[in-house]
T-cell receptor, first 117, second 114 residues
């Protein structure tokens, strides 16, 4: 267990369904990230939240909608997805800025394996 | 813009052999460098990081990496691999004062055969 918990671990949904992915951390981090990892493709940064404010949205389709109600929780709301959205969705957290001790790197969750049918 | 290139998408190797996974980055300013490992059906786990100081960095599971500023490289090495090292390995970089955002390479799939 890394300290970043993602639920569910696996999700199968139809193209007309609405579902949500959840990420939770109690590491004292206040930056959180959503990544998409597709087979044979690099990690794609989707969203960045720092101090509960969205600071980056990398041209992600509107069928993906993030929510960060507090610094410990991050959601990814899904609706009317396409089969090409099937992937491993990874959540990560970190300290948002470099400190005197240096950058700590990200702590990742185990991911949610999403299959869109 | 900075980028990270992992020169090998797949590296097959026999058990107990040495291995080197290559990583080059492009940045004109000081950087922090990282290697992550991803085992099947899991998230990414930090192996090691270079922040400053000694250019040879030791990480978990017997891995080490050497920061070479003149060649802008941060290659990962292990003198003797095990079957359990089979995984995907990612190199990542961030710049000073960039607010912590990591840029990842494409990944290298290490396959250790008996």
């Amino acid at each position: 267990e890394t300290g970043v918990t993602q639920t569910p671990r696996h999700l199968v949904m139809g193209m007309t369904n609405k579902k949500s992915l959840k990420c939770e951390q109690h590491l004292g981090h206040n930056a959180m990230y959503w990544y998409k990892q597709s087979a044979k493709k690099p990690l794609e940064l989707m969203f960045v939240y720092s101090l509960e404010e969205r600071v980056e949205n990398n041209s992600v389709p509107s069928r993906f909608s993030p929510e960060c109600p507090n610094s410990s929780h991050l959601f990814l709301h899904l609706h009317t997805l396409q089969p090409e959205d099937s992937a491993l969705y990874l959540c990560a957290s970190s300290h948002p800025r470099d400190t005197r001790s240096g950058h700590y790197g990200y702590t990742f969750g185990s991911g949610t394996r999403l299959t869109v049918v | 813009a900075q980028s990270v290139t992992q020169l090998d998408s797949q590296v097959p190797v026999f058990e107990e052999a040495p291995v080197e996974l290559r990583c080059n980055y492009s940045s004109s300013v000081s950087v922090y460098l990282f290697w992550y490992v991803q085992y099947p059906n899991q998230g990414l786990q930090l192996l090691l990081k270079y922040l400053s100081g000694s250019t040879l960095v030791k990480g978990i599971n017997g891995f080490e990496a050497e920061f070479n500023k003149s060649q802008t490289s941060f290659h990962l090495r292990k003198p003797s691999v095990h079957i359990s090292d089979t995984a995907e390995y990612f190199c990542a970089v961030t710049r000073l004062n960039q607010g912590g955002k990591l840029i990842f390479g494409q990944g290298t799939e290490l396959s250790v055969k008996p």
